[in-house]
């Protein structure tokens, strides 16, 4: 078998460490993917705060995360990115179907809307308590994946999200996941733990750094 040429993914670097990998959760998405289909790949850093000339030729909108194929073709948005994968490198596959394909997907709104909130009465945080109740009863139900027994493209779509959740949230709310949701736990667990993501993970203080600014807007 010829060896393959390792594909280029354009990330987010972390914010004043542009040699450090940042903080996107849409990029890790990305690295996440190739990691588990052990597809070689080399990761270009983008400074988000000043975007490189090269970069932004090939991606006018500026915009990471962009997978660069083998044929030369760049490609962004991270759905569509993911889908270019799974379809060039179908093994393993990591095809939710599609009835499960939006579980979760809520989420990181009512994430976003909880963290920026200044109102305790808005409703925010009682939103995403009933997104995280969802996706516990269906874990409950079809876990420990959302596909069972095998980690799918909706794990890893939702994996980096929940952590930028667990991490912002304990940092400038003091909030925390319920206990109660013992199958969230179990699933977030699992997720970070898994060696794909101890590898294109950032750091904690990256993901509050990234945060920060739109917590005190």
């Known amino acids: 078998m010829a060896a393959v040429a390792p594909v280029e993914v354009c990330v987010k670097a972390a914010a004043g460490k542009p040699d450090t990998l940042g903080d996107c ?22 400074d988000i705060g000043n975007k490189p000339e090269w970069f932004l030729e090939i991606n006018p909108e ?5 997978l660069k194929g ?16 799974e379809e060039k490198f179908p093994t393993p596959s990591l095809v939710t179907p599609p009835e499960y394909a939006s579980v979760g997907s809520k989420i990181f709104p009512a994430f976003v809307k909880f963290l920026k909130s200044k109102d305790a009465s808005d409703g925010s945080e009682k939103a995403l308590l009933d997104e995280l109740q969802a ?20 794990d890893l779509s939702l994996a980096p999200k929940l952590f930028h959740l667990q991490v912002a949230l304990e940092h400038f709310k003091g909030w925390k996941i319920p206990e109660n949701l013992t199958n969230v736990h179990a699933y977030t667990k699992a997720l970070f733990s898994r060696e794909s993501f101890v590898k294109t ?17």
Not at 34 to 45: D, N, R
Not at 62 to 66: C, F, I, L, Y
Not at 72 to 81: E, H, L, N, P, T
């Open 25 to 46: 959760p849409f990029s890790q998405r990305v690295l996440l993917t190739l990691e588990e289909k052990k597809v070689p790949y080399e990761v270009k850093l983008v």
């Open 62 to 66: 500026g915009k990471v995360p962009v």
């Open 70 to 85: 083998g044929d030369g073709k760049c490609i962004a948005d991270s759905d569509v990115i993911t889908q270019v994968i």
């Open 135 to 154: 996706l516990d009863e269906h874990l409950k139900a079809h876990g420990p994946y959302i596909n069972g027994e095998n980690v799918s493209a909706a």
């Open 201 to 217: 993970k950032p750091s904690e203080e990256h993901v509050i750094a990234g945060w920060a600014p739109k917590v005190n807007a």
